[in-house]
């Protein structure tokens, strides 16, 4: 996967689907605002040089209209590699919805096998920075946790700062880091942001813990894998066929404990995205008169290894469209 010349055109994707669905902001049509940036993300996917596969997407081809798992992308010429793609269009879409912060497009892409197809059920996990990667459990108490992180960072328990979703079913989870003396931040919708943050030094925020979406645990993946922090994963059976859905994905141990390793073994990994509202990582798009200004993250692991934040400013043509 040459870096320069896919990196960059992922990272057109990401943009594209950002600035769509930041038309939607605050109006209240999360189904539209996605859409919208489906339909962004795949117009330029269809003109990256490459045989792409959708191995996260928005469901199986017959649940979902939009990019469905399975769904092939790209120009696909032969001479093209073979890209394993990951993507969520619009990760927060409630928070697009209501102009809250955090809302993204967001990409993750690896030579063929090099992302794992994880079904679109539930998933707990632990995400911390570089410093914590090895001394995490998704067994051990969370006091045990938090007193390892706390430890390899050389702060206090009373220091760190958690990120949860705000759920009925972490009632458990939020007074167990709350007795332990941790803080917290609640937060209602889009894991993956404060997830990478989390492997952010300088961000404020040292572990995300909780249960959320298998393919969102995927992406946090490929993200931690190339900011070389640490995660710990285990699938999550709640809803009745959620068995199933892991058969058919090749899945045969639901009790297996996944590292960022296992969820995103690819020795090549881009992932990309770019705000959608403004959030504690990237700032929202910026419409304006005959453009966008769009704020991106663009990570790279391979030979070499990069993280850039990039300030775009995309102007449309004398037809009012975009050429991204």
């Known amino acids: 996967m040459p870096k320069t010349d896919l990196s960059l055109e992922f990272l057109r994707v990401v943009e594209a689907a950002a600035a769509a669905a930041a038309r939607e902001i605050g109006r209240g049509r999360r189904k539209v605002a996605d859409q919208q940036a489906v339909e962004a993300m795949r117009t330029e996917l269809a003109s990256i040089p490459i045989r792409g596969r959708v191995v996260i997407g928005e469901g199986e081809r017959d649940e979902a209209p939009m990019l469905f798992i399975g769904e092939e992308v790209g120009a696909g010429g032969s001479d093209h590699p073979e890209i394993d793609i990951a993507v969520d269009p619009l990760e927060g879409t409630n928070l697009c919805a ?70 009925s079913r972490h009632a458990s989870l939020i007074e167990k880091v709350r007795a332990a003396g941790a803080r917290i931040r609640l937060i209602t919708d889009g894991d993956v942001a404060p997830a990478i943050a989390a492997a952010v030094q300088g961000s404020g925020v040292h572990a995300v813990m909780g249960v959320g979406g298998a393919p969102e645990g995927v992406l946090t993946a490929a993200a931690i894998r190339c900011l070389n922090g640490g995660m710990r994963a285990r699938l999550v059976t709640i809803n009745e066929g959620d068995e199933e859905r892991m058969g058919k994905m090749g899945i045969t141990d639901p009790s297996r404990v996944y590292s960022a390793e296992d969820l995103a073994p690819g020795n090549e990994i881009c992932f990309a995205a770019t705000g959608v509202t403004d959030g504690n990582l990237l700032r929202g798009a910026r419409l304006f008169g005959q453009g966008v200004r769009c704020h991106s993250l663009l990570l790279y692991r391979g030979k070499t290894r990069s993280a850039r934040f990039l300030d775009s400013i995309h102007l449309d043509d004398d037809s009012g469209s975009f050429r991204w």
């Open 98 to 167: 209501t102009g809250g912060p955090n809302a993204m497009a967001v990409l993750a892409a690896a030579p063929r096998g090099g992302l794992l197809h994880a079904p679109d059920i539930y998933m707990d996990k632990i995400v911390v920075g570089r410093r914590c990667r090895h001394v995490i459990d998704i067994d051990a108490p969370v006091k045990e946790n938090l007193s390892r992180i706390a430890e390899q960072l050389e702060r206090r328990i009373e220091d760190l700062l958690v990120v949860i979703l705000e759920r």
